[in-house]
């Protein structure tokens, strides 16, 4: 089936592991798939139909990961020139779209010890994922999880998930929907004047530590907002 493909992503300066949408993204909302008059879809639909080729790259990757090990990650992270003290699950597609996949990511994080790995899910629209996310990889001590949200989603459910102990990312914005949380971190690779960058113009991500991985990295839980597509 070959081996899943960990790319260094420089829009986000770390490396990251794909999934295929379609396969994948079964959380999605109908903000995700552009469903929603005068919302734009998710960026990765648009390069769907830009890059063709994409589609039979991520059949492969699908494939490669239904039979993933951690170590081979570790391995193939350990050949790499760039940083490889932070990874992303995923920067396409959803590292949790069945509870298979609870084990694989388990065994990524416990394979890699030293690395931290970040993971935006949608998961936790699913209340049994949501469950298993939080007793076996949310405890973790190198993967921040954060719960993906946009205005199709409610305050209410914003406030549940805080009550689980849950940090968030918010994104979008459409006539009548939900603003987001009060009180966000605003995303400095997004909202910073010029887009905050590494030295080698790669993306802020990899060095950042008050946004997505201050969960890790400071100890607190946080709600990032990551702009609006306007």
Known sequence: MGEV???????????????????????????CRGEIPGVTPCYNLKLYKLYPNMVGKDARNDSAWS?????????????????????????RGEAFATIVDIPRVRDIARSNPDRLIWIPTRAWRNPILRTLIEAEIATLPNVAVLASLDPTNTEDQWRDLVSRGWSTMFYGKMPGGWNGPPNTFAC???????????????????VCRAGCFAPKLLGRRVDVHLGTGH
């Open 5 to 31: 493909e960990v790319r260094w992503c420089k829009d986000i300066g770390m490396f990251t592991i794909d999934r295929g949408i379609p396969n994948s993204c079964r959380h999605a909302t109908a903000f």
């Open 67 to 91: 039979v993933i090990q951690g170590e081979d990650v570790r391995r193939s992270l350990d050949r790499k020139r760039k940083p490889t003290d932070r990874l992303r699950l995923m920067s």
């Open 188 to 206: 400095p690779k997004i909202h910073a004047r010029n887009k905050a960058r590494q030295r080698d113009g790669s993306g802020h991500c990899g």
